[in-house]
């Protein structure tokens, strides 16, 4: 079982560091005076680690196969990619700031929420930078879900890189109507004992954030800042309802799955009726692969489709701040939202605006295959909620441990 008090710990951690210091200058000169072109000359030959979930075939692929091969190709940059989110990547760079390193082994991170949050506390992030990436123009940063990330501004600390909406997944042949609301799971759990549970990890704690949100009629009553006595109220009614029930959950809810890959999985050979994604071209990747079956079905909670993006994250420990700034505006390009889009390689919702792309790259991106299964875009647009404050998280987090796991 993964040890979620580190979260906490962190959560304690960042208050020994401030966010005041400017990070804005590299070893080779003040970034915020060069040039693009300079920028891209210093980037050449440069080779950038990036810490990033690899728990997914169509991702891994994507990085590999794809983001690898064209950044080498372009610009003579090299990427490593090694495996950590979350928690992973706070502890490495808390541990590098520890220790006195000024120079950081990991130069990109995958990041959103409250690992943002945690990483802006303790001073880890270069920026603010997107203003200098020429592709930045594709993107709307007025749009309120890119602007704030968990309802912190990004101000310019990281790129945005996804979209993404929080929707469960069953097979409709099996259960042609699933359960919405916390009422209607006690009632399906009770029926259908040990066919379902939650992973241990940011899906998982997702769906516990949405079932928060129901308890508190409403995403309105837990909108803003961080609310202790809220938090408090409705997350003991949260703890009491599922300690109530777990007893029907997989393998008795004496153990949770530590990732949503494992979920899948199960889900996928018949041993759990229910899964969770924040992709909306999971169903279409898993069905294609033959992983899931073409019965399989998405759905929205009666709470909200939690809506959010992720992002991309330059450490302010990077020797090669330049190269990774080349690789977020490649990461942003038309050319390769559209590959990262496309449903054959990986089916990432993307954060351009279509508005603002030229009329060739609106074609490309009108021709990509359609998703056959899923939600459509009104239906998640109709019933998105924006994202708790980052407190919640860590919160639900720590607390799904004592009260859940360790009860």
């Known amino acids: 079982m993964r040890n979620y008090h580190l979260y906490i710990i962190l959560f304690s951690a960042i208050l020994f560091y401030s966010c005041n210091e400017s990070s804005s200058s590299s070893k080779t000169g003040d970034i915020s005076k060069e040039s693009w072109q300079q920028i891209e000359t210093k980037a050449k030959g440069a080779s950038l680690t990036m810490m990033m979930f690899q728990g997914e075939k169509k991702i891994n692929r994507y990085m590999n196969e ?20 979350g928690k992973e990547i706070v502890t490495n760079l808390m541990g590098e700031k520890e220790a006195g390193k000024s120079t950081s082994e990991i130069d990109l991170v995958w990041i959103n929420g409250e690992t943002f949050f945690q990483l802006r506390q303790i001073d880890a ?5 997107t203003d200098k990436l020429p592709n930045s123009k594709y993107i709307d940063y007025n749009n309120p879900v890119i602007k704030y990330d968990f309802q912190e501004e990004v101000n310019g600390y990281e790129t945005p890189w996804g979209e993404a909406f929080y929707y469960l997944i069953v097979d409709s042949a099996k259960i042609q109507s699933p359960p919405k609301t916390m009422q209607d799971f006690e009632a399906y759990w009770k029926a259908h004992p040990g066919r379902f549970t939650l992973s241990n990890d ?41 300690n109530r029930n777990k ?3 997989w393998k008795n809810g004496e153990t949770f799955p530590a990732s949503i890959t494992n979920v899948a999985q199960m889900f996928s050979n018949g041993e759990l009726d229910f899964t969770m994604s924040f992709n909306d071209a999971e169903i279409d990747n898993k069905v294609s692969e033959g992983l899931f079956p073409k019965t399989s079905k998405a759905y929205i909670l009666s709470a909200g489709a939690i809506h959010n993006v992720n992002y991309i994250g330059i450490t302010k420990g990077s020797a090669n701040k330049e190269a990774a700034m080349v690789a977020c ?23 351009l605006s279509y508005d603002k792309l030229d009329k060739k790259w609106q074609e ?15 239906e998640i647009q109709a019933k998105s909620i924006k ?13 799904f441990r004592k009260k859940v796991i360790n009860e």
């Open 329 to 351: 505006n490649f990461l942003i390009s038309p050319e390769a939202q559209i590959k990262k889009n496309d449903i054959t390689y990986w089916g990432g919702h993307t954060v």
């Open 202 to 242: 940011f899906s998982g704690m997702t769906l516990l954030k949405t079932w928060l949100v129901e308890l508190a009629g409403g995403l309105n009553n837990l909108d803003g800042k961080f609310d202790e006595e809220k938090y408090n109220k409705y997350s003991t009614q949260l703890w009491d309802w599922i």
């Open 125 to 129: 992030l270069f920026g603010p930078y």
């Open 66 to 85: 794809y983001l690898k091969t064209e950044l080498k190709n372009r610009y003579n940059i090299n990427l490593n990619i090694v495996p950590g989110q």
């Open 364 to 378: 490309a991106f009108d021709a990509l295959p359609k998703r056959k299964y899923g939600l459509s875009d009104q």
């Open 247 to 249: 007893k029907y959950f």
């Open 387 to 399: 994202e708790l404050a980052p407190e919640y998280m860590l919160r639900v987090y720590d607390d």
